[in-house]
């Protein structure tokens, strides 16, 4: 996907690399291990349910080879599975539940909370971490002014042979000092940088034997916390998804992730010389499929679980005043929900992740599944008007038609008699123009934004939130009045702009007194092209005494402009009366045609002396 990177996005998170990481392992020639432990960790759990059962199997085989087995979590159980992210029953809210239980059968010993844990509210996480006979610990928040009762910011555990194991527990933070959730759902918590706050505790390391991070912060964080803060033995981290194929060694700290949905299971084996100094540490990922063994009753549990889907899926969400159908009115809901939600500017529903045809009577959850079955996770971008329109250029192009309903944004595309676009016109619901110059957060499902080719300011950030989650919140804070407004909804057309439309090109005279509208405007040309301040000019005289007429196009599309005119674009056309199609504006008193599509200049700039008409070539 052709992007450029700019200033940070709506989310500034560390950089998260989702890749197969392999590094070293440390060894020391000290004397033989008094004792050996096992970790094993998963984190960014999301709901994934099914593969508890392997995992317990796994700790009991090995509690008999070695001395002591931890299981541990680095965040994120909830937020992925209708399972365990739609468990309302009787009008219970037990939303989390399965996987918690599941967990405590499983004999975790400790978890992290991750951004993710908030996504329910403060309420029932605390309803959650009472269930949990395990502690859920977070050392860089202040809960006391919040509905969530303060978390405790580490546990120290004993193997058998009293080696005292200490987990500290630390969770990212963006610039706006929160985790990655809805603001709304940390009203009164205070959090603080994680790196700051591990400095904190370094005093856990001389009152335990083994000092852990407990990290929700993504790899690059947690290599970051190695190194700053080097009282640490191992960090199990999670949030960027990583999968390290052997745990790597920074700074003397050995840092180990497992991917994501408990599709691994890691381990890592930690053996003690009597002196208490550690003799060996490695580790790896074990695949769960891989696994040979399950606990049959905790088999029967997910069972369970997962049979009470039909009842989830027929809770009922809301009652609709009238049917909503068709791309334009379901699509504006999609992208609405993802807006609302995760307070974007904008979003955009593609046609093809609309499964349905209409929407009526009674909504359930189930009904949501059905609009969007795929929980395409939906991705963050940051994007100046003219990347949206690249969006939208690449997906009209892509499907010869409207592909993309937006959320609270609308967008109007004309193109000529070939379907060639000439112009993107995006303004809010109101009318209003986007500023050109701004940057505006924009909500993609997961799909588009790995198969559509589109320019960005930076590359996107998960929100690992799933689409059609989002779809059912925001209904359940509708009121059926408000869906009404989706009835006869139109926010995205196209129009075909055919020569008989063009038959002429107005005077730049006349045009200066459409400020704003989209014209065709002829001229004489009497100067060359010129880069200034990262853009191109094209110089056009007009009736105002030293004044020109201007062109102005983005410095990325000058390859495409070159194409169009050719290398004698200077001999061919000074002298000559041109066309040009773009919305007429003012800058610093010069009048001047902005264009208004990324792609298609040679629409927009007509070789021709325009001898009864202007017609595009």
């Not at 971490?129 to 910011?153: T, Y």
């Not at 208490?276 to 679980?305: F, H, K, S």
């Not at 690449?394 to 060639?420: C, M, N, W």
């Amino acid at each position: 996907m052709e992007r450029s990177f700019g200033k940070g996005g709506w989310i500034a998170l560390a950089l998260c690399c989702v890749f197969a990481a392999t590094g070293c392992v440390s060894y020391s020639d000290s004397a033989p291990a008094k004792e050996s432990i096992v970790f094993l960790h998963t984190n960014d759990e999301h709901g994934a349910i099914e593969n508890y059962g392997r995992i317990a199997w796994m700790a009991e085989q090995l509690a008999d080879t070695y001395d002591h087995v931890f299981l541990v979590s680095a965040g994120d159980l909830f937020s992925g599975s209708p399972v365990v992210d739609q468990y309302i029953i009787d009008g219970e809210d037990l939303r989390g539940r399965p996987i918690v239980d599941l967990m405590n059968r499983a004999g975790y010993d400790v978890a992290v909370i991750g951004n993710h844990e908030f996504d329910y509210g403060q309420l029932v996480l605390q309803e959650r971490i009472a269930e949990a006979e395990f502690p859920l610990i977070l050392a860089n928040v202040d809960a006391h002014a919040a509905l969530l009762d303060q978390p405790a910011p580490y546990v120290t555990l004993s193997t058998d042979a009293g080696t005292r194991v200490t987990f500290l527990g630390l969770l990212e933070v963006t610039p706006e000092e929160i985790p990655s959730t809805h603001p709304a759902n940390l009203a009164g918590l205070e959090f603080y940088d994680p790196v700051d706050t591990a400095r904190e505790y370094l005093y856990l390391a001389d009152e335990s034997d083994l000092l852990v991070g407990l990290t929700h912060l993504g790899f690059e964080w947690d290599k970051e916390l190695a190194q700053t803060v080097g009282a640490f033995d191992l960090i199990f981290g999670g949030h960027c998804h990583t999968a390290i194929q052997s745990p790597q060694l920074h700074n003397d700290v050995l840092i180990a992730q497992a991917g994501e949905h408990a599709e691994y299971l890691g381990k890592v084996v930690v053996e003690i010389s009597a002196e208490g100094d550690i003799v060996r540490r490695e580790g790896q990922l074990i695949p769960i499929g891989e696994i040979g063994g399950t606990v049959a009753q905790i088999e029967q549990r997910i069972a369970y679980y997962q049979a009470q889907v039909e009842e989830t899926f027929a809770r009922p969400l809301i009652e609709l005043p009238q049917p909503l159908a068709g791309n334009a009115e379901l699509g504006s809901l999609m992208s609405d929900a993802i807006v609302e939600t995760l307070e974007a500017d904008f979003a955009f529903a593609n046609h093809g992740g609309i499964r349905v045809d209409e929407l009526a009577g009674v909504l359930t959850v189930g009904d949501i599944f059905d609009l969007e079955p795929f929980g395409n996770e939906i991705v963050i971008f940051d994007m100046e008007p003219d990347d949206i329109r690249s969006l939208i250029s690449y997906a009209y192009a892509r499907f010869e038609r409207v592909d993309l309903q937006p959320g609270k944004l609308h967008y109007s595309i004309t193109v000529d008699e070939d379907g060639d676009i000439l112009a993107i016109e995006l303004s809010y619901p109101d009318g209003t123009p986007l500023d050109e110059t701004a940057v505006y957060t924009v909500g993609l499902g997961s799909y588009v934004a790995a198969t559509y080719q589109f320019t960005a300011r930076n590359e996107g950030v998960n929100t690992h939130r799933p689409h059609n989650e989002l779809i059912v919140e925001y209904i359940e804070a509708l009121e059926p009045d408000e869906l009404s407004a989706y009835s006869g909804i139109s926010r995205a057309r196209a129009e075909t702009l055919l020569p008989e439309d063009i038959d002429h090109c107005i005077t730049w005279d006349q045009a200066a007194e459409h400020v704003g509208d989209i014209l065709w405007v002829q001229g004489p040309v009497a100067g060359v092209f010129r880069t200034v301040y990262d853009r191109v000019f094209i110089n056009i005289p007009v009736d105002y005494p030293n004044q020109e007429f201007v062109i102005m196009v983005h410095e990325q599309h000058v390859s495409t402009f070159d194409d169009a005119f050719g290398q004698g674009f200077e001999s061919r056309l000074v002298g000559e009366t041109v066309c040009v199609f773009g919305r007429v504006e003012t800058f610093g008193g010069v009048p001047q045609i902005l264009p208004t599509s990324p792609d298609h200049l040679r629409s927009r700039v007509l070789e021709s002396a325009c001898p009864g008409g202007c017609l595009p070539q």
